[in-house]
């Protein structure tokens, strides 16, 4: 009933707001390089209003920190960002926090090569199928009837798979990934490595998995269904098979990539009444600002000086790579998105001797490199700050404003989608958001 409540009050908010994300997006993109590519400028929104919205923005920043209301006659106030805030409050009430204690030293071993975000996200899901009773409880087979089955969804090499054997020493793990690659460097047995190929249907994939799985084992075993990847179509896949399938016990999802996705409209029934939402799930813009970008947000720490200076170093930073690809675009677009380019002063001559290496390895005459170069030089130089650069800077506020907001009602989407088929399902803050952005996760159990 409280996610009820919360669900109409950000309909109409997200109706409010859906024309200027409208107006914005088509001036800038985000690139795979998790640099801005900014558009040629179409005019759509004033040089003077982007500085206002920023100005506005950073007030609900401020008024957030400090608790503070805003002002009745801002701009912010104006475009309702402040009851924003109101249902961020809300929303952090309704996610559930797994919070494990340290693993011990010896535990630890077994992750020392992973680098820091993978090891972390490792731990913690070891410890929630620990706590939550799907292998068992224990490290000790002996403790649970009948054996774990992990179906690994987007496995990679499958070093997750080993950890949970390691730890639950009878589980069996089926890794599934669209690189066959990974799966034969993986050092799992090939009777139980699927490669989902291009163009072929996930849920055939899964499904072709479980009948794998079933031939000559006991039926009685419980399947963990994980997708720690589940890009865009992909968490709709398995959210829809897991409420389906009878094999499937548990399922443990971490969405990301909303941009990608096919569907177009809310799984739910309680969402797809609500005026407004409709048109969020099929706004290509909205969904990408949902996505988890490397940057910090409201709900994941608290913006204190601390966290103010990392997130305005980290926008400086990215635009100032955006400066950078909008004065070579379009003539070397595809040469500057083969090197990332550099986020501080000390990596800019490095990052130019690998560009004219780059350049003299892949010219065809149709670069003019020395001007491009030139231009390049004159940008790091001066930092000048276009219209264009400030538009951009807009969008990477709202993102930071708007990002768990839009998070949210996707996934409180899957979460209502299955309970309304009877199946206990929450929202789960899995990971430290301060390691992990991608740290909510769907997680549900058939009695």
């Not at 506005?56 to 401020?62: G, H, K, P, T, W």
């Not at 200076?309 to 400066?323: C, E, N």
Request: charged share 25%.
């Amino acid at each position: 009933s409280s996610l009820a409540g919360i669900s109409p009050r950000l309909s109409g908010l997200l109706d409010r707001l859906d024309r200027l994300l409208d107006q914005l997006w088509w001036s800038v993109d985000f690139a795979w390089t998790d640099a801005l590519l900014v558009r040629p400028w179409r005019g759509r929104v004033a040089a003077e209003d982007a500085d206002c919205l920023i100005e506005a923005i950073d007030a609900c920043l401020n008024a957030a920190v400090s608790g503070r209301p805003l002002p009745a006659e801002s701009i912010g106030t104006q475009l309702h960002l402040d009851e924003l805030f109101s249902c961020l409050s809300d929303i952090a009430e309704q996610t559930a926090v797994f919070n494990p204690p340290p693993p011990s030293r010896s535990a630890s071993n077994q992750y020392r090569r992973l680098r820091p975000k993978k090891r972390h996200e490792a731990e913690r899901l070891l410890a929630y199928i620990g706590e939550s009773g799907l292998a068992g409880g224990s490290g000790d087979s002996s403790s649970s009837s009948s054996s774990l089955i992990l179906l690994d969804v987007g496995a990679g090499v499958g070093r997750f798979g080993r950890l949970l054997s390691s730890q639950f020493p009878d589980t069996r793990t089926l890794l599934i990934d669209r690189d066959a690659r990974l799966l034969a460097s993986s050092d799992a047995d090939a009777t139980l490595c699927l490669e989902l190929r291009p163009g072929r249907d996930c849920r055939l994939a899964v499904e072709s998995a479980l009948d794998r799985l079933s031939a000559g084992m006991d039926n009685s075993s419980p399947v963990l269904a994980l997708g720690q990847h589940a890009c865009g179509s992909l968490s709709n896949t398995l959210v829809d098979l897991f409420a389906s399938s009878q094999r499937l016990r548990s399922l443990i999802c971490l969405p990301c990539c909303y941009h990608k996705s096919a569907h177009s409209a809310p799984v739910s029934a309680a969402l797809s009444r609500l005026p407004g939402l409709a048109r969020l799930f099929a706004s290509v813009p909205a969904r990408r600002l949902a996505c988890q970008e490397r940057l910090e947000t409201l709900l994941l720490l608290p913006l204190g000086a601390t966290g103010r200076t990392r997130l305005q170093a980290r926008i400086d930073a990215t635009l100032r790579r955006a400066a950078l690809q909008l004065a070579a675009r379009p003539d070397a677009d595809r040469l500057l998105r083969r090197i990332r380019p550099p986020a501080a002063d000390g990596d800019f001559a490095a990052y130019l001797a690998a560009l004219d290496e780059a350049a003299g390895r892949h010219d065809n005459g149709d670069v003019d490199w020395p001007t491009i170069r030139g231009r390049l030089l004159t940008v790091w130089e001066t930092e000048t700050r276009t219209g264009d650069l400030r538009l951009a800077e807009l969008v990477y506020r709202l993102q930071t404003l708007l990002r768990p907001v839009l998070e949210f009602v996707l996934l409180v989407d899957f979460q209502l989608y299955l309970r309304e088929r009877g199946v206990a399902a929450e929202l789960l803050q899995l990971f430290s958001p301060e390691l992990s952005p991608r740290c909510l996760a769907i997680v549900a159990k058939k009695s």
